[in-house]
């Protein structure tokens, strides 16, 4: 064993390897921690931490008993920016939170509005005055994996709107969006009372 453990195969590969692999996982850990930390998500985010540490401490004790050995400071550096990336896919794919959508147009917003609150998203408008005379202020609040769905609404009906997208730290209620179950059951209500009336 201890053959193997000496041998260049495993000082100049296999070593490196894993200590690049222990910093992806490390630093994606640690993307997600923050991000657990920003949503307030206090019993996850220890969790995290505590393992992302436990994996940073056994990469750093293979780099200090490896001093002599350059690969392995390439292969740390190398994790590190690699794990970064692959945090923020993971993130990005997880869509963790809520987010505050606010649209300004000057075009007329009721089609976009009418379109919003059929998709069952939660609209507040309100009348302003830009700089160019009024305009027409529009407030959602949505999970970050409808923000997609939202923008490319805005987009189609109104191109030229500004609009900016602000990460919500807390919401203390899951009101502003209707689910697809409820959305369903309002359709076949206004269906059947259109019946009702012929």
């Known amino acids: 064993m201890s053959e193997f453990i000496n041998s260049e195969v495993f000082t100049f590969i ?45 990469a750093i004790s293979r780099i200090m008993q490896n001093l002599d050995n350059w690969v392995c400071y390439v292969a740390y550096a190398a994790g590190f920016a690699s794990g970064n990336f692959i945090g923020m896919l993971i993130e990005e794919k997880l869509a963790i939170g809520h987010e505050m959508v606010r649209v300004i147009t ?49 987009n189609k009906n109104n191109p030229r709107a500004l609009y900016t997208v602000e990460a919500i730290k807390y919401v203390n209620r899951d009101i502003f969006h209707k689910s697809e179950e409820e959305r369903q059951r309002g359709w076949l209500m206004t269906r059947m009372s259109k019946n009702g009336r012929r």
């Open 14 to 58: 296999l070593l490196p390897l894993f200590i690049f692999v222990a910093r992806i996982i490390d630093v994606s850990l640690g993307t997600l921690r923050i991000i657990f930390v920003t949503k307030g998500m206090r019993h996850i985010a220890p969790l995290v931490g505590f393992v992302e540490v436990l994996i940073w401490i056994i």
């Open 106 to 154: 000057r075009k007329d917003a009721t089609n976009l509005i009418n379109e919003l609150r059929e998709k069952g998203y939660g609209v507040t408008s309100v009348r302003a005055e830009g700089i160019d005379g009024e305009v027409a202020v529009i407030y959602l609040i949505v999970r970050r994996s409808m923000i997609k769905d939202v923008l490319s609404i805005i």
